[in-house]
Nanobody, 118 residues
Framework: QVQLVESGGGLVQAGGSLRLSCAVS????????MGWFRQAPGKEREFVAA???????FYADSVKGRFTISRDNAKNTVYLQMNSLKPEDTAVYYC????????????WGQGTQVTVSS
């Protein structure tokens, strides 16, 4: 029973900031990879950022320099700090978890809406 619950989405003006949180509960491997994905209307889900169990990070080119992913293993929580938001960042943002050795992200949250107005 692995559950991922996102929070922190909302409506913000261009240039503003939001911080998304993802709380993880249930049974997962400790050395997992946590990721954020997003999906805009009419588009496929795309990778945004990921953080390894030890804190290494990866970012999509579109968000480098603006977004920061981090995790607190003691709290079983992953964060996505989003600064300098643009209208094209508008999407449903999903938290996901990938166990070490797995080929895919097996666990997904329900998503949280982020809307950036111009």
């Amino acid at each position: 029973q692995v559950q991922l619950v996102e929070s922190g989405g909302g409506l913000v003006q261009a240039g503003g900031s939001l911080r998304l949180s993802c709380a993880v509960s249930g049974r997962t491997l400790s050395r997992n990879l946590m990721g954020w994905f997003r999906q805009a209307p009419g588009k496929e889900r795309e990778f945004v950022a990921a953080v390894t169990w030890s804190g290494g990070t990866f970012y999509a080119d579109s968000v480098k320099g603006r977004f920061t992913i981090s995790r607190d293993n003691a709290k079983n929580t992953v964060y996505l700090q989003m600064n300098s938001l643009k209208p094209e960042d508008t999407a449903v943002y999903y938290c996901a978890a990938k166990d070490e050795g797995s080929l895919i992200y097996r666990y997904w949250g329900q998503g949280t809406q982020v809307t950036v107005s111009s």
